[in-house]
């Protein structure tokens, strides 16, 4: 069997254990590095010497591979390389573990007998460009979400989380409390979060049960969720997301049953009904909850966190497109940690939202990276102006 000759184009230490882990020594023997890093040219990593690319250098090592481990940077790597002459079929995408978390385009030039001849387990590397190859079909066949500025979305940057976090001067998590709420909209949120829970058969506004018992102790008001939808139907132009507690669909679907009930019982005609609900944003989790919450007619929030496919963000646009969804909502730590994958949200124009930051520097980096807004604990609208 041949031994191919394979010049690795991106190199650092993570790339060169996820390579140890898949390309098997015996059938391929790495020549070269290459790097568009000039701080890493010249060096010989693991006595191999990091090179920038060119057809010569690579007609000289006689090069039958560029495997290409810059997946963020793919296309861009793919059409550098082009441009100097370098044939197509010499161009492989590394087959990385997480491969179907990118968005690489059609990658139409991978070549199966060269991934078996020299991968470890081809069969699962076979079965990782598959799963790739089906979500980048879904993910191209979305088209670009419409603008819509009439949308929750759009009143504000800053979503008031568990009703807010400042309290008379205190600075108070997950409250969900009555004051919480007022001292919100004296500082002009128009866009609030609370959470849904059931406790002795009541709807009430609370994380968790700590956090309630909390709440009591410190002795501010809770909140019902008929109470909320009152304060809703005053308030036309707030707009309210509810994350709903629950441990099962039939928990999930006889919460939002009750509060479509509540909707009815407070309201006097139709028109009334129909302009509170859109005045409420449910958050869904998976694709089963998108479908509860659909039935219900509700305009709906995928918050990403319970999601078993959240990190593959081309899956989470598709199920968006499906089902109509305009907004996302990802964790903080899963925005720093992925931020290189998250224009494949943004360039299908849907509306990403991260949970929670409080810090203003924060807040200012993710909106330059074309995040719509923030869940916040304590920032205030005048922060953001004046900031």
């Not at 990593?45 to 690579?58: F, G, T, W």
């Not at 497109?321 to 925005?335: C, T």
């Amino acid at each position: 069997m041949k031994r191919f000759r394979i010049a690795v184009f991106g190199i650092n230490d993570g790339i060169l254990h996820a390579i140890k882990r898949a390309i098997d020594p015996r059938k391929a023997e790495i020549v070269l590095f290459f790097d568009n890093d000039k701080m890493k040219l010249g060096i010989c990593y693991m006595d191999i010497p990091i090179l920038e690319p060119s057809r010569e250098i690579i007609e000289t090592f006689s090069i039958d591979y560029i495997v290409v481990t810059a997946l963020s940077a793919y296309e861009s790597v793919e059409n550098q390389l082009l441009s100097m002459g370098i044939s197509q079929d010499k161009i492989q995408v590394f087959v990385a573990d997480d491969l179907w978390k990118y968005c690489l385009g059609a990658v139409v030039n991978i070549n199966t007998d060269f991934i078996k001849c020299i991968y470890f387990e081809p069969h699962k590397r076979l079965d990782i460009v598959a799963k790739y190859k089906e979500a980048y079909d879904r993910y191209s066949a979305v088209p670009v979400c419409k603008e819509n500025t009439e949308k929750w979305y759009h009143k504000c940057n800053l979503i008031a989380h568990a009703c807010g976090g400042n309290i008379d001067g205190r600075k108070v998590i997950y409250s969900n409390s009555k004051e919480a709420l007022y001292y919100s909209m004296k500082k002009k949120f128009r866009v609030i979060e609370c959470d849904l829970m059931r406790m002795n058969d009541e709807l009430i506004l609370a994380h968790d049960y700590e956090r309630f018992y909390e709440l009591e102790q410190e002795k501010y008001t809770r909140m019902t969720a008929e109470e909320v939808l009152v304060f809703l139907r005053e308030q036309e132009m707030v707009s309210c997301l509810i994350d709903v507690k629950w441990d099962s669909y039939e928990e999930y679907a006889f919460l939002l049953n009750e509060v479509e009930k509540l909707i009815e019982n407070i309201t006097d005609n139709y028109k009334e009904k129909i302009t509170l609900k859109k005045q409420i944003v449910i958050e869904v989790y998976d694709e089963e909850t998108i479908k509860i919450a659909r039935k219900k007619d509700f305009e709906m929030f995928f918050t990403q966190y319970r999601n078993p496919q959240g990190e593959c963000f081309m899956d989470t646009v598709s199920l968006c497109h499906k089902y109509g969804i305009e907004a996302v909502g990802i964790p903080v730590e899963w925005f720093w940690d992925m931020r290189k994958f998250l224009n494949i949200i943004t360039d299908k124009n849907i509306k990403l939202f991260v949970y929670s930051t409080d810090a203003i520097d924060e807040y200012s980096a993710m909106r330059k990276m074309n995040v719509t807004g923030v869940f916040t604990n304590f920032l205030t609208v005048s922060d953001i102006v004046t900031g």
